[in-house]
């Protein structure tokens, strides 16, 4: 019997912690084509990240950490390879701006967590836009909501599209 309570609790524990919330892209983004514009500068661009509204955050979510990666290159694959923006947010809902890329100078209340890993002429102190010159490269960001401590409360997925 006593086994049984503690496999319920375990299994009530981690349904607890296995939240989960919605990231939806503002236009002009739209998950299958990255738009006109927002490349690198490399490519003629002016990139930014995309603006992301959020709904349903975790109780206790006061940051929310975006991996940007480009799946198709595996050296900027993952673990934002195109860098990771931190955002301050409060509540059950929020709209992460679009900050610029190319720089670690952001708005108040978003920060430079992890710079792109590019190198050379691809290097970026912050966020690196796609920049696969139009070769259909697929671009993801992992969306993750964070404690105060910095503790994992849920992640998600957003197909940004594909350069």
């Known amino acids: 019997m006593q086994n049984v309570l503690i496999a319920a609790l375990l299994v009530a524990a981690s349904a607890a912690t296995a939240q989960s919330f919605t990231a939806e892209l503002s236009p002009p983004w739209d998950g299958v084509d990255v738009p006109g514009g927002q490349q690198c500068h490399l490519f003629n661009g002016n990139g930014a990240t995309p ?3 959020l709904q ?3 109780a206790g979510t006061t940051q929310m950490r975006v ?3 480009d799946k198709s290159y595996g050296p900027l694959a993952n673990n934002g390879g195109h860098g990771v923006i931190g955002f301050q947010v409060s509540g059950s809902s929020a709209v992460l701006p679009s900050v610029p890329g190319m720089t670690a100078d952001l708005p108040e209340g978003t920060e430079v967590l992890s710079a ?3 190198t050379g002429q691809y290097a970026s102190p912050g966020y690196l836009p796609p920049c696969s010159g139009g070769r259909g490269n697929r671009y993801m960001a992992d969306v993750i909501a964070l404690d105060a401590n910095g503790a994992e409360l849920a992640r998600v997925h957003v197909e940004l599209g594909r350069y």
């Open 51 to 53: 603006m992301i509204i």
């Open 56 to 58: 349903g955050l975790p």
């Open 67 to 69: 991996e940007f990666n």
């Open 116 to 118: 792109a890993r590019s």
